[in-house]
Structure formats: C-alpha cells, structure tokens
C-alpha cells in the first residue's frame, strides 16, 4: 500500500508495533545492563571527582535508586540504535529507494557521536565543573556533604544531554538529505544559530564564562561541521532529484512513443481491413 493512503489508525498501529520491538530490546538491554552496573558505579565513585569527598546515603532506598538509574542509562544507551531504526523505518516509507539506503548509514554514526557527546561531558566538562564547586565551596567555607544519588543525578543531568546535543551533524545531514533543510539557510543564519547555541551552552553549564566557553566551542564546531556534511547530503539530494525528473521524463517521452506507435498500427490494421 501506498504509505500517502494509509489512514491514521494505520500509521498508529505502525507505530506501536515499532514501540513494542523497541521495548523489548529496552527490557533484553535492562537484563544485561544488570551485570555490568555495579561496575561502572564502582567505576564512578573512585573518579578522581568522586574520591575528593564521601558519598552519602540519606534515604534506605538512596543506592537502590542509584543502580536503576545507572542501570536505566546503560539500558537506553545500548537500546539506542534500535530506537534510531524504528524511528528510520517509521518517517522514511514515503523516501526513494537511494535516499533510504543512504538515511540507513547514519544511524551507525549518531550512535558513535552519542557516545562520543557523553565521552566529552564526562572526561573533559565534568572534571571541571567538579573542580569549580569545590574550590566555591572551599572560597565560601562550606563543608560539601553530598548524597550519591544527588551526585549521580547531577552527573546524568550534565552527561546525557550532551549525547543528544551531539546528535546535531546527523540531524542536519538527514534534513538535507531529504531536501527539507537548505545549508545554505544555516550559513545565512549563523549569528543566531550561535547565540541560542551559547544560551543553550549557558544552560548545560555552570553559570561562568569559562564552563560556558568549554561547552559553546564544541557546540560551535560541531555547527560548522553539520554545514559542511548538510552540502553534502542537499547536493545528492539535488541530484537524485534531478535524476528522478530526468527518468520521469524519459518514462513519459517512452509512453507517447508506444501511443504513437499504437496509434499507427492501429491505423495500418483499419486500413488493410
């Protein structure tokens, strides 16, 4: 069936039969993130951040919280490439055959990128960001007694988001692969797209200009990058347009030649009758 014919139950029904696959693999990466969590909480707690004061427990149920949630995060990024899939096959029926193939290559990369964004929130912002609040709390003599389950839930806060963020170069990449993003109107917007950048930066950061700064760049560099790799998603998008009007063309000039053709011998036949 044509995707354009299907009804909205349909693509409904679609859509929670992708949910459901994607929920399954979820509860399979739930059960083997079972295994590897308390390691990497371990892993956390003897950081060089974590190892300059004690984590507390404040509520029975602090470290029962604190595995779900470390487990939860393991599980959502192991289950991420499956999302990123479904979500292919769900928007992408209505693409040509060249452009799916060609959106399908991408889900490998977004899944590296989301990697590297926590790798970089984690190794390189976060060790700093560490360090700012306890020399302000030394600076203001206040003695940092700090709960584990606030300490993980301030390092989810500040590393998962930056796995989305990066996300930014396959997003565009996509958009101008399918046509609906134009590189051309990212270059034109620039300044603003710089400044809800360093507003965003501002949010994911501490508030100083040196957090702020350590966040923008990479977020500035990562913009820069999604211009150049959206020119050259839009121009095989151009092209693969242009092919597609040529074939059509050629495909309509084939049908009036076998009229004509058509025509003719059926001419010829009522003539010899």
Do not use: C
């Amino acid at each position: 069936m044509n995707p354009e014919e299907r009804t909205v139950i349909e693509h409904l029904n679609e859509l929670r039969s992708r949910l459901f696959v994607t929920a399954i693999f979820f509860i399979l990466a739930l059960i083997g993130g079972f295994f590897v969590t308390e390691p990497i909480i371990h892993f956390i707690q003897h950081s060089d951040e974590a190892s300059q004061f004690e984590l507390h427990g404040f509520n029975p149920t602090d470290p029962l919280a604190v595995f779900l949630k470390v487990m939860f995060v393991v599980s959502f990024v192991f289950t991420s490439p499956v999302l990123l899939y479904q979500l292919w096959s769900f928007i992408t029926p209505g693409l040509h055959e060249t452009e799916r193939k060609a959106t399908l290559k991408y889900i490998p990369y977004s899944f590296l990128l989301f990697i590297a964004g926590i790798s970089f929130s984690y190794f390189v912002l976060f060790p700093y960001v560490m360090n700012f609040m306890m020399k302000l709390s030394n600076d203001l003599s206040i003695t940092q007694t700090i709960g584990i389950n606030e300490y993980f839930n301030f390092l989810f806060s500040l590393v998962v988001p930056f796995g989305i963020v990066f996300q930014l170069p396959v997003v565009t990449l996509f958009l101008a692969r399918i046509g609906i993003l134009n590189p051309e109107l990212m270059v034109k917007f620039r300044k603003y797209s710089y400044f809800v950048l360093f507003v965003l930066a501002a949010f994911l950061a501490p508030p100083d200009f040196i957090s702020n700064l350590i966040v923008a760049v990479p977020l500035f560099i990562l913009y820069e990058v999604s211009i150049v790799i959206s020119r050259v998603g839009y121009r095989k998008f151009v092209e693969a347009e242009e092919r597609r009007i040529r074939e059509e063309q050629e495909a309509a000039q084939t049908m009036q030649v076998e009229q004509l053709l058509e025509e003719q011998r059926r001419q010829m036949e009522q003539m010899n009758n």
